[in-house]
């Protein structure tokens, strides 16, 4: 994809949260960083997807929202019955050229627990990319290199060289450390690096 139709791609996932708001938990991203999506109440949810283990016939549920600050709050349960164990929700892209990133920063407040970071490299990929974070319960900035990006599917790690970091398809966040339990992750703003 050429840098200006990147441009406009990413103008567009930001559209509808040109308004300022009020109390922002984090500082814009700096200047010559590409915002993936930055929140806000009037944001368009639609192209976000919650995927849980219930296509494996688990039972945990998740929900994507926006909340009276304009952040999207992703929330849930992890259950463990029927051989499940993870909710997550994910957006699709063009893809997007990332060449001249090296990392996937996210602004968001979490609930103490591990989550797990995954990307696609290219529409319907064979496998992903991850990388766990942890949350702290405050607001934080999480800064995840590509090259910490490791190969994994269907949660088995490849021994396959980290993300190339060449193009972006698919962005995914995913509860699912092995506990069964409520996750609540807000989320301000997603940027590159």
């Not at 139709?5 to 308004?19: D, K, T």
């Amino acid at each position: 994809m050429k840098p200006i139709l990147l441009a406009l791609s990413l103008a567009a996932a930001a559209a509808g949260c040109a308004q300022p708001r009020a109390a922002a938990p984090l500082d814009p991203a700096p200047s010559g960083e590409r915002i993936l999506f930055q929140f806000c109440q009037n944001a368009d949810l639609d192209r976000w997807e919650i995927q849980d283990d219930v296509v494996m016939g688990g039972r945990s549920q998740g929900t994507l929202s926006l909340n009276e600050a304009g952040n999207a709050v992703f929330a849930g349960t992890v259950s463990l019955e029927n051989d499940g164990g993870f909710s997550s929700v994910q957006h699709a892209f063009g893809p997007l050229d990332v060449a001249g990133c090296r990392a996937v920063v996210l602004g968001l407040k979490g609930d103490g627990k591990t989550y797990q970071l995954r990307v696609d490299a290219t529409p319907g990929a064979r496998h992903s990319y991850a990388c766990d974070f942890q949350t702290s319960g405050n607001w934080q900035t999480v800064e995840i290199p590509f090259a910490d990006l490791y190969a994994i599917r269907h949660g088995d790690r490849l021994d396959l060289p980290p993300f190339p970091g060449q193009t972006l398809a698919q962005i995914q966040l995913l509860a699912g450390n092995g506990t069964p339990g409520s996750f609540r992750l807000e989320i301000d703003k997603i940027w590159l690096k």
